[in-house]
């Protein structure tokens, strides 16, 4: 029957360009890196012509992280339905209505709103397209292809922190917004060139489709390499068909501790404190006496530091391992954040404060780019059972985005002078930080090098082991076992069932 469907499947129509492929799946992170950066340009204009207090402030900026919520939500659905590729391009669209409904906003609950429409789109883009790469990617390579998201998000911050310079002398803030139609258009563009994943195509009886997408993404391997992949994800298709991938999934005894990971992963990234710096760093500068254009261009000096690491980060993921770079990550979070904090409170030279400042944030984006950014999108694109991919990103993106949304919304007020200030916000994340090396050193697995499928079977079989690490994530069901086969001693179980 699969012979027979492959002749009607048009062969010049599916082999794509690997490097199209990934280039155009992970362009999703444009639109999420351009609308996190705008609003830091947006906000400085806007504060002084709407005068905006801190509380209107985190509304705008959180208001995006409550739509991506709504949209992420949506995606677990809507990408195990339509498949992965039309729900990001049901992302596109959305966002390029939000983006021209935000430019007509003629006040700040105006903004609030239609920034939601927009964060609707982001939400459906960042919680399928970790999934979209991690489907589509050889186990070997699966990490740096799968970092293209994380370089692709901060080369759209680094857009957005360049067009909020350029714009910024004639304070067209409507311009700034705009600029995110560009990316949107360009991935809806370059979707409809590119294939569905082989893995959602063979779970809808689509299989002539999903051997040549196997074909051309792995052009190296022979004809029994791919049958026996395509017989690999049958297999795990076949053991999940008793009922459909949904939330309730995620809570059956095997896959809990990896909802564990994921949760760690996500809430971390974001209480690391980054999107307060990316969205309020100029504003920040601007409070310590920096003049506009100068906070604006520190930015801009900022995204290209944070697009560097990124690009470092995609060829150490798959040699260091994900668990490294990410305590490696935190590390360097804790003392330049520490560091900035004892700056802010103690240097009364501006120029001193703003060059210290600077290079201490420096730091902080180096290490976050290097851990906490890209390798949390391909830890949530890689760690679940196929059944329960779709929605486990979902509620990993969705608790991501709540977490962004709180970050975003409370440090306006947690950072003015009447509080914390921005020395004592400062010191607050590097607490976390501390948390999150701790958390990544005993709670994080190891998944370099392991294809989707041996991940899954490990999690059936009760464990999940690190390469090189002696990390081990055993199940309840496994530790209820008395004397079970699977436990071996001497292993340090890392996430447990209370």
Not at 81 to 101: F, Q
Not at 175 to 180: N, S, Y
Not at 484 to 491: R, T
Request: aromatic fraction near 8%.
């Amino acid at each position: 029957m699969a012979n027979t469907a492959s002749s009607a499947v048009p062969a010049a129509r599916r082999p794509v360009n690997r490097a199209t492929l990934y280039t155009f799946g992970a362009f999703g992170g444009i639109l999420f890196g351009y609308d996190l950066g705008v609003i830091a340009g947006v906000l400085v204009l806007l504060a002084k012509q709407w005068s905006l207090t801190a509380f209107q402030k985190g509304a705008i900026t959180a208001s995006l992280s409550v739509g991506a919520m709504v949209g992420a939500v949506l995606a677990g659905r809507l990408c195990n339905r339509i498949g992965r590729r039309l729900t990001i391009m049901t992302a596109a669209v959305v966002v390029i209505i939000g983006t021209i409904a935000c430019v007509l906003a003629g006040g700040w609950q105006a903004m609030m709103l239609t920034r939601g429409v927009i964060g609707i789109g982001i939400g459906l883009s960042s919680a399928t397209v970790p999934t979209y790469l991690a489907e589509l990617a050889p186990a070997r390579v699966r990490g740096a292809l799968g970092s293209l998201n994380q370089l692709f998000i901060v080369s759209g911050i680094l857009i957005a922190f360049l067009v909020d310079y350029a714009l910024s002398g004639h304070s067209n803030w409507k311009g700034m917004f705009l600029g995110a139609i560009i990316p949107a258009v360009i991935l809806l563009g370059g979707l409809m060139l590119l294939p569905e994943t082989p893995r959602w195509l063979l779970s809808k009886g689509r299989d002539a489709e999903a051997r040549v997408v196997l074909a051309a993404t792995r052009p190296s391997a022979t004809e029994a390499e791919l049958d026996a992949e395509v017989q690999e994800i049958r297999d795990v298709i076949r053991r999940d068909s008793e009922d459909r991938g949904r939330v309730r999934d995620l809570w059956q005894p095997w896959v809990r501790p990896m909802v564990l990971v994921a949760l760690i992963l996500a809430i971390g990234q974001q209480f690391s404190g980054v999107n307060a710096i990316n969205a309020y760093f100029p504003t920040m500068l601007k409070s310590l006496g920096f003049a506009t254009r100068t906070a604006l261009l520190s930015a801009v000096v900022l995204g290209v530091v944070k697009f560097l690491f990124t690009v470092w980060e995609l060829f150490m993921v798959d040699r260091w391992g994900r668990k490294p770079l990410l305590m490696i990550g935190a590390a360097v979070m804790t003392v330049s954040l520490f560091a900035a904090g004892l700056v802010i409170k103690n240097v009364t030279d501006k120029d001193t404060l703003g060059t210290l400042t600077l290079i201490f944030l420096i730091l902080y984006l180096a290490g976050y780019e290097l851990g906490w950014g890209a390798t949390v999108w391909v830890m949530i694109g890689e760690i679940f059972p196929l059944k329960a991919r779709a929605a486990g990103t979902a509620v990993a993106t969705t608790v991501l985005w709540a977490a962004t949304g709180l970050v975003t919304a409370v440090f306006p007020t947690m950072s003015a002078k009447s509080n914390l200030g921005i020395g004592g916000a400062m010191w607050v994340f590097a607490g976390v930080n501390i948390v999150l090396l701790i958390l990544a050193r005993f709670y994080i697995p190891e998944t370099k090098g392991r294809s989707l499928e041996q991940i899954e079977r490990d999690l059936r079989g009760g464990r999940m082991s690190g390469h090189g690490t002696g990390a081990t994530v055993p199940s309840p069901a496994t530790e209820a076992a008395a004397g079970s086969a699977a436990e071996e001693p001497g292993e340090a179980g890392l996430v447990s069932e209370a």
